[in-house]
């Protein structure tokens, strides 16, 4: 038997990257394929968000889906955020 460091032995499989929306971690599939496919289907329905069932709120939540894929929608997104924050800020300030 050896003896010094014993080994870990975690068994459970390396997670997908995750989606932090509203307060809440939503967990994306590991597939890379997958993730790209939810996200354009998301936008592709969000354009036909006139019809019932289906709304604009997709629009947003498909590019967010992206932008973990795509450096053009990352850098958007990040963008996004910095000017939410800064306005948020601004609100703040008496």
Aim: charged share 30%; aromatic share 8%.
């Amino acid at each position: 038997m050896k003896r010094g460091r014993a080994l870990k032995h975690d068994h459970r499989p390396p997670r997908g990257p995750k989606l932090s929306l509203l307060g809440r971690d939503y967990e994306l599939p590991r597939s890379r394929p997958l993730r790209v496919a939810i996200g354009i289907v998301l936008v592709f329905l969000g354009l036909l968000g006139f019809l019932p069932v289906l709304g604009f709120w997709m629009i947003p939540l498909g590019l967010l889906v992206l932008s973990y894929e795509f450096h053009v929608v990352r850098r958007l997104r990040r963008r996004t955020v910095v000017r939410w924050e800064r306005r948020k800020a601004r609100k703040k300030r008496p």
